[in-house]
């Protein structure tokens, strides 16, 4: 199945600051996911997007998808220390199959 | 939302004992759920889906002698880890596709430790 790679793998941040994580795919994708996981739940999912160049808001996230469907970012403005997880960005595979990639852990000191 | 539980949320099990876990749909249908499983600080790994009425389908790697998936229900699906080894230890999550929705939803997980 297709597969992604996310990039930073960690992040610290102060509460406060701006939080970017992105997702990057040799192919196509049809579509993306992005879930979240608090230590020690369970992954929840967050939005998907389905079309070149579509930006969704979500209250302080922003999602993009690229022009060419191959790249996709989560933005968080101003991080509160509810925003503590990993965020999982696997697309979308044949028989709703989700492939997780590492993921990027989000830290924030208060 | 959907709602999907597991149980037992955590099992201890000596080594060469069998363990089911049982995932459920709670509010939806789910013909197709999903099998993962997770170390500490690692992604998750999907192990295998689970199709309703047919065999499951597992991913490269996974012996399906010894991880028994049954789907008998549209709500039920279980997880039986045979003959458990401490190398099975881990967390196990499931899922359910609602498809109408095209998003998954995971059930809490069940965290397996074998002695």
């Known amino acids: 199945g297709q597969q992604v790679m996310q990039i930073p793998q960690y992040q610290h941040v102060q509460e406060g600051e701006d939080f970017t994580t992105y997702c990057n795919s040799s192919?196509?994708?049809?579509?993306i996911q992005w879930y979240k996981q608090r230590p020690g739940g369970h992954p929840v999912f967050l939005i998907q997007?389905?079309?070149?160049?579509e930006v969704k808001k979500q209250k302080r996230l922003t999602f993009q998808f690229g022009e060419a469907k191959k790249n996709s970012s989560l933005h968080i403005t101003a991080t509160q220390t509810t925003d503590v997880g990993t965020y999982f960005c696997p697309p979308y595979n044949q028989g709703g199959k989700l492939i997780f990639g590492q993921g990027t852990e989000l830290s924030v000191k208060p | 939302g959907a709602v999907v539980s597991q149980h037992p949320s955590r099992v201890i099990c000596k080594s060469g004992t069998s363990v089911k876990i049982e995932c459920r749909s709670l509010?939806?249908?789910?013909?197709?759920m999903f099998w993962y499983r997770q170390f500490p600080k690692k992604s998750l790994m999907l192990m295998a889906t689970s199709n309703e009425g047919s065999k499951a389908t597992y991913e490269q790697g996974v012996e399906k002698d010894k991880f028994l998936i049954n789907h008998a229900s549209l709500t039920l699906s279980t997880l039986t880890v045979t003959s458990a080894h401490p190398e099975d230890s881990s967390f196990y999550i499931c899922?359910?596709?609602?498809?109408?929705?095209?998003?998954?939803?995971f059930g809490p997980g069940t965290r397996l430790t074998v002695l």
């Open positions: 509010d939806f249908q789910a013909t197709t």
């Open positions: 997007l389905v079309k070149s160049g």
């Open positions: 899922s359910a596709r609602l498809i109408v929705y095209n998003e998954q939803f």
């Open positions: 192919t196509t994708l049809s579509n």
